[in-house]
């Protein structure tokens, strides 16, 4: 199966973000079910944060915050959005499995629709292993038939709901949420540990 990272790592050092006409255009997407998440002095992971625009809502209120993304060039964005914190470790793909354990939710949105389903799974797989009992995975993908993003370079994967299901299998349960009320969000998928 084929991998995006590279391509992403390649899109991030030509300046991705700076160059997006979506991401002119829309600053804040953290949707409302997220912010109604209890995540008060909780250890918080963003797959995939970008510059940072979601993990300010994080840091601000989580006690510790886990960021994850492809390569250094966008992590020094996102430590410059992220500098008047000091509860955030940030990790590139290359050493994100020495985030620790214990962690209470994982979130994502807008990465899953744009990374293969090898990489979805092997994420998934690691982070259940690290969650807490009752922790949360809260993911955001490309489900069905739903209304394309307008790409510009990237990759963009749509998966099945039943592909969805398979990865959380080992979960005690798997909530759907199908009208986050943003252009573009497709459906996040909300699992809990046993
Ligand atoms: C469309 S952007 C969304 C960024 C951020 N979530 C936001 O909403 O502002 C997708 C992000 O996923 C990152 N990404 C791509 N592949 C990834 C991977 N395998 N692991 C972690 N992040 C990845 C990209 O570098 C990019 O920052």
Redesign the pocket.
């Known amino acids: 199966m084929t991998k995006?990272?590279n391509t992403?790592k390649y899109?991030?050092k030509t300046n991705?973000?700076e160059n997006h006409r979506l991401?002119r255009e829309f600053q804040i997407?953290n949707p409302k079910h997220v912010k109604e998440l209890d995540i008060k002095d909780k250890r918080v992971v963003?797959?995939?944060?970008?510059?940072g625009?979601?993990s300010v809502y994080f840091a601000k209120h989580a006690k510790k915050l886990f960021v994850?993304?492809?390569n250094d060039h966008?992590i020094n964005k996102t430590k410059k959005t992220l500098k008047r914190f000091n509860n955030v470790q940030y990790y590139t793909?290359d050493n994100y499995k020495e985030i620790p354990s214990r962690l209470d939710y994982v979130y994502?949105?807008?990465?899953f629709q744009?990374?293969s389903k090898e990489?979805m799974k092997e994420?998934i797989d690691f982070f259940y292993t690290k969650l807490k009992k009752k922790g949360k995975i809260v993911v955001q993908f490309n489900i069905g038939d739903s209304e394309n993003i307008p790409v510009q370079a990237?990759p963009m994967i749509k998966v099945t709901e039943e592909f969805v299901n398979s990865l959380f299998v080992k979960f005690l349960k798997v909530e759907y949420i199908k009208d986050a009320g943003e252009k573009y969000i497709h459906v996040y998928a909300i699992a809990t540990k046993e």
Not at 46 to 51: D, L
């Open positions: 995006t990272i992403w899109l991030q991705y973000f991401f997407v963003e797959i995939g944060c970008g510059y625009r979601n994850v993304d492809v966008i793909v994502s949105a807008l990465v744009h990374i990489e994420y990237e």
